[in-house]
């Protein structure tokens, strides 16, 4: 990371903080900016160290750079020689294309006729006044007049000016310039700032003319001066050589940050959960991410996806302390963050033990322990940093006066000092520990700062009662039982509990290739992927979360206006259809990676596979003898009609691909299991006999082989009409539809190992998807080889891949979605389902070898 490069340590500071801007603009003057002032204007070139930079700089995402100038667009683009990437606007902003050709009207062209008459006289006066013609004005230049004769010159011009009429005269350096149309830089800048949707702006200028570009700077914007002069910008710098230094500084922090260079690794990242909302945490205390009230609700906290200025909740030594190290204390989800002197306890209060209630609200607890000072930082910022976030001191803390719901810090003995961010404002205090422990108390859903009825620590004991007394029911394997066990934990954190519903992750738009596009929401419920994470907590002994999936799905079709052949893959929480996808144009992303989307738009797709995932589920629960009745029957002929009546559609499958629909292998494998699931359901548990369902179940298996299966590739391909590869391809074995030892099954393993398969981790697929840009392997999906080669044999390849796939887990024991195979680095939203029910099947189906 670069340190401070600027001898003004301010203005350093302030290019850092641009830096990170989602969309910067970065623009400034010609002349005496870029390119040193000369006696002759023809012969003034930009420094080559400033093009470096401009170029530089324009080849960035999500960066635009413009030079705005005075000149003439035709003289300024033959000059400047830089490059179409760079936007040249001419004459003040009265050009912005190269082609441009003014239309005069008449009345206009008659007065630019005598402009140019009475400027030729005035050159026949003054030989060394040269005039520069653009095509609404004309620039006089009087540079190389002597200082005697100045003042006749400008007499001359004003004159000439209040004989036409109707003029706008601009002095700048050496050059007054006459206008037939006004315009300005300021103008000039806004424009281009509109247009491409800049979020923050960087303008750099020597001129007079240049503050009218100064005086739309706002915010986060930053303006600098060029050499001597009166100006409101707030920086200045002496020359366009120091300008060159300037641009080089912003374009390095800038491509380190887009690189995502000084972010915190995805996997470093820690979860506290209440079963109603989730806070994301940093290894230094640093709260970074948490939407209330609900965990699909906005964000209160974004720094995750925006930056400091998106909103955050730092606590650590007011002096440097060393690094400091973070564990969950025992098997629970209380946080423990500890330096030398001084530790930090956070949760998510559980102590109540009802998280089903609806109405319950959400208190984050962090408590301050050790010796000499600390610096706490409270920096909400509503609705993702897009609403104006305001603080009021109470007596015993801090409210939130500006948010829809209620909100208080409740901090009793803690001394504030507001400070305010643009339309924000932000709390700091510095407390000493010395005087003994700090609590303090995010409350979200009240406006009260007395007491709770209990002490924090029997509300810190209670919460990790709740937690650990759970994971000690659960049954566990002999292998990685410490990883299994928290990976546990955290599909129980991903579990809503007024509801039932089970989150495939607790963030949004954590990018799938760092500065991609692959960025989504997964803080809802695909029906699929929750009713592989309640399989996978049956398989460890835990039935509740599985019942209460199936009344919440149970509430979705009743509730629905369509039948069950007609769900949709997901739902919010409590089983409503998504909001629209949409943007926040206002994040700038995880290192950069745009767009940052809420809502998600696969809400609207057909994925036929859903429906087997859940009949899979109850035919687990069944086998263990789970109190399954008449309603769960129901919902096992319902989804057999919706399998019988569409599966031979084409769909978008498990991955959602956003192009046209295909006749995903996949797809059909899910069907089938549908069918087959039901079939042992209606005879092992409700003694039931549906001979017609043994015939739809063979169909669509010879369906499957018949078209699935390819000959030239040698294995099962994505989808029926072409030979690409996926990864999921794979349950054709794991779910049964063929015999571990089918030949068939070894074969697409073979494949898939060998096309998808990169160092410790497996790709979805290669193929275009309609997307562009890439992603990194997906982890279930390196978790789905790892349980292929255990089925076919390949007992000692199996546990190599685990022992990598384990390695992936963060010092807190979580995993991300994907992982960049080149770098290791943990991609994708965390921390995600799939990747710790993949971990948990792995360790389990290992166990059962010995």
């Known amino acids: ?488 934990l955290t599909l129980k954190a991903l579990c809503y509990g007024p509801t039932g519903a089970i989150l495939a992750a607790a963030t949004s738009s954590l990018p799938e290739f760092i500065g991609g596009v692959r960025n989504w929401d997964y803080r809802y419920c695909w029906i699929r992927d929750a009713s592989l994470t309640a399989a996978a907590l049956v398989r460890l002994g835990s039935i509740e979360e599985a019942m209460d999936l199936l009344d919440w799905l149970l509430g979705v079709i009743e509730s629905s206006e369509v039948g069950p052949e007609r769900l949709s893959p997901l739902y919010t929480v409590n089983g409503q259809a998504l909001p629209p996808e949409a943007t926040i144009e206002e994040l700038s992303g995880y290192a950069g990676s745009r767009p940052v989307r809420v809502g998600n738009a696969a809400d609207h797709q057909v994925q036929l596979d859903v429906f087997g995932p859940v009949l899979d589920l109850i035919h687990r629960l069944g086998e263990v003898d789970a109190p399954l009745s008449a309603k769960h029957w129901r919902l096992v002929e319902d989804l057999v009609a919706a399998v019988e009546q569409r599966w031979i559609e084409p769909d978008q499958g498990i991955w959602e691909v956003r192009s046209a629909p295909r006749h995903h292998t996949n797809s059909k494998v899910m069907c089938w299991v549908t069918v087959d699931r039901a079939i042992h359901i209606a005879g092992e548990v409700f003694g039931r006999e549906r001979p017609e369902w043994d015939a739809l179940r063979d169909q669509i298996k010879t369906d499957i082989l018949t078209n699935g299966w390819n000959d030239d590739v040698g294995s099962f391909t994505t989808a029926y009409d072409g030979t690409d590869l996926d990864a999921s391809v794979l349950a054709v074995g794991l779910f049964g539809l063929l015999d571990a030892d089918d030949p068939r099954f070894a074969a697409t393993v073979s494949a898939v190992e060998t096309w998808l398969r990169a160092g410790d981790t497996v790709y979805r697929y290669k193929h275009e998807d309609g997307l562009p840009g890439e992603e990194g392997g997906f982890n279930l999906m390196t978790s789905w080889l790892i349980d292929s080669k255990i089925l076919i044999g390949d007992i000692d390849s199996a546990k190599q891949l685990f022992a990598a796939y384990i390695g992936l887990a963060g010092p807190t024991g979580l995993l991300a979605e994907e992982v960049d195979p080149a770098t290791g680095r943990a991609l994708g939203n965390h921390p995600q389902a799939y990747s710790h029910l993949g971990l948990i099947n792995n360790a389990l189906n290992l166990a059962s070898l010995t």
């Open 1 to 488: 990371m670069a340190g401070n490069i600027l001898s003004d340590e301010t203005l350093d500071q302030h290019l850092a903080a641009l830096a990170r801007s989602p969309q910067l603009l970065v623009a400034c003057d010609y002349d005496g900016t870029i390119a040193p002032i000369v006696n002759d204007p023809m012969k003034a070139l930009p420094l080559r160290e400033t093009s470096v930079a401009l170029r530089s700089l324009a080849a960035l995402p999500q960066t635009t750079v413009a030079v705005i100038s005075g000149r003439s667009l035709r003289d300024l683009a033959m000059l400047s020689r830089l490059p179409a990437e760079i936007h040249l606007v001419g004459s003040h902003g009265s050009e912005f294309d190269i082609d441009f050709a003014l239309d005069l009207d008449p009345t206009l062209t008659a007065r630019r006729n005598l402009m140019t008459a009475g400027l030729a006289e005035i050159t026949d006066r003054f030989p060394r006044v040269t005039l520069e013609k653009k095509p609404a004005s004309v620039a006089v230049h009087y540079r190389n007049v002597g200082e005697e004769t100045v003042d006749a010159v400008l007499e001359a011009i004003a004159e000439l000016a209040e004989r036409i009429g109707d003029l706008t005269v601009r002095h700048g350096k050496k050059v007054c310039e006459l206008l037939l149309v006004p315009t300005d830089k300021g103008h000039a800048l806004t424009t281009i700032r509109a247009n491409v949707g800049a979020t923050a702006v960087v303008f750099l200028g020597d001129d007079v003319t240049d503050e009218d570009a100064f005086a739309t700077l706002h915010g986060p914007d930053v303006g600098i001066k060029v050499g001597e002069g009166d100006t409101i910008a707030p920086f200045r710098v002496s020359d366009p050589e120091e300008v060159a230094v300037v641009l080089a500084a912003l374009c390095a922090r800038r491509g380190e940050w887009l690189a995502g260079e000084g972010v915190v690794p995805i996997e470093q990242h820690s979860i506290l959960s209440d079963q109603r909302t989730a806070a994301i945490v940093t290894p230094d205390a640093r709260i970074t991410w948490m939407c209330v009230p609900r965990i699909d609700s906005s964000a209160i906290f974004a720094e995750l996806l925006g930056g400091p200025a998106a909103g955050y909740f730092s606590i650590g030594p007011a002096a440097p302390n060393g690094n400091p190290k973070q564990h969950y204390v025992d098997d629970s989800l209380v946080l423990r963050t500890d330096w030398a002197t001084m530790s930090v306890t956070d949760y998510l209060d559980c102590s109540d033990g009802r998280p089903n209630r609806l109405s319950g609200r959400n208190d984050l607890v962090r408590v301050i322990e050790g010796s000499g000072t600390a610096r706490v930082e409270f920096a909400p910022r509503l609705d993702f940093g897009r609403f104006p976030t305001q603080l009021e001191v109470r007596d015993g803390g801090l409210e939130i006066v500006s948010a829809t719901d209620l909100v208080v810090l409740r901090s009793p003995g803690v001394e504030w000092s507001i400070e305010t961010a643009g339309m924000h404002q932000t709390a700091v205090a510095d407390v000493d520990l010395d005087n003994g422990p700090i609590v303090l108390e995010l409350r979200c859903g009240t406006a009260s700062m007395r007491p709770d009825r209990s002490e924090e620590w029997e509300r810190r004991e209670r919460t990790e009662h709740f937690w650990r007394d759970w994971a000690n029911r659960l049954e566990l394997p002999e292998v990685e039982t410490d990883l299994v066990r928290r990976s546990a």
